[in-house]
Nanobody, 119 residues
């Protein structure tokens, strides 16, 4: 499964960005998808995930209420709407796919897209 993330950029604190993750995988709807991020000098951490069929969402505590994960299976695309951004959200964001429609962790990775939040 090949994944392509996009939508990163520079934004001021309090602003919003929407990340996208696209794939040419024809069975996209069968995969649970997720977002991770890695800040400079830190380990990669989980941000959010969405199951493939049931639409169950999972969020890290640090982004609950601010970020929303969604998917458009017709477009083979997953999104991460990020609102009320904080400087601590600055990181390279990676999209990932699980090995099934249930989220059990990432198996496939896309390249990252950089999000920089200025104070």
């Amino acid at each position: 499964v090949q994944l392509q993330a996009s939508g990163g950029g520079l934004v001021q604190a309090g602003g919003s960005l929407r990340l996208s993750c696209t794939t040419s995988e024809r069975t996209f709807s069968r995969y649970a998808m997720g977002w991770f991020r890695q800040a400079p000098g830190k380990e990669r951490e989980f941000v959010a995930a969405l199951s493939g069929i049931a639409g169950i969402t999972y969020y890290a505590d640090s982004v609950k209420g601010r970020f929303t994960i969604s998917r458009d299976n017709a477009k083979n695309t997953m999104y991460l709407q990020m609102n009320s951004l904080k400087p601590d959200d600055t990181a390279v964001y990676y999209c990932a796919a699980a090995s099934s429609s249930n989220w059990s962790g990432p198996r496939y990775w896309g390249q990252g897209t950089l999000v920089t939040v200025s104070s």
